[in-house]
């Protein structure tokens, strides 16, 4: 149950299209059906980083079983990717990477564990 949330000072023209990208590409990372992979925009966030209103983002990626030895590979696509669709550089974003707990993920009623 992948779930990717981005956050942006920059303006979004089609942020469903973005979605829709983000989410193949988190399902092609991690390998997981793209039925279970959810992803989050908000565009347009007062923020600032370094002192500066520069553009900049912020990601959170989680997903169960998420592998350690993979973050900087994860992160690599991710900040390729964000600047490709944003003019982010990547010296300006951030991505906190978890993996939950199985049971502490809940899901239609119950839990993954």
């Not at 973005?18 to 039925?35: D, F, Q, V």
């Not at 002192?51 to 973050?71: F, M, N, R």
């Not at 900087?72 to 300006?92: G, K």
Request: glycine share 6%.
């Amino acid at each position: 149950m992948p779930y990717l949330h981005i956050r942006t000072n920059q303006h979004v023209d089609d942020a469903q299209a973005l979605i829709n990208k983000a989410s193949a590409l988190c399902a092609s990372m991690l390998g997981k059906p793209e039925s279970y992979v959810m992803v989050a925009l908000e565009a347009d966030c007062t923020m600032s980083f370094a002192g500066s209103s520069a553009p900049l983002a912020y990601l959170e990626l989680k997903s169960l079983g998420l592998p350690t030895a993979q973050a900087r590979h994860y992160s690599r696509q991710l900040c390729d990717f964000i600047s490709e669709q944003l003019n982010v550089p990547a010296s300006r974003i951030y991505i906190e990477f978890s993996a939950g707990d199985r049971a502490l993920w809940g899901f239609n009623g119950s839990t993954f564990a």
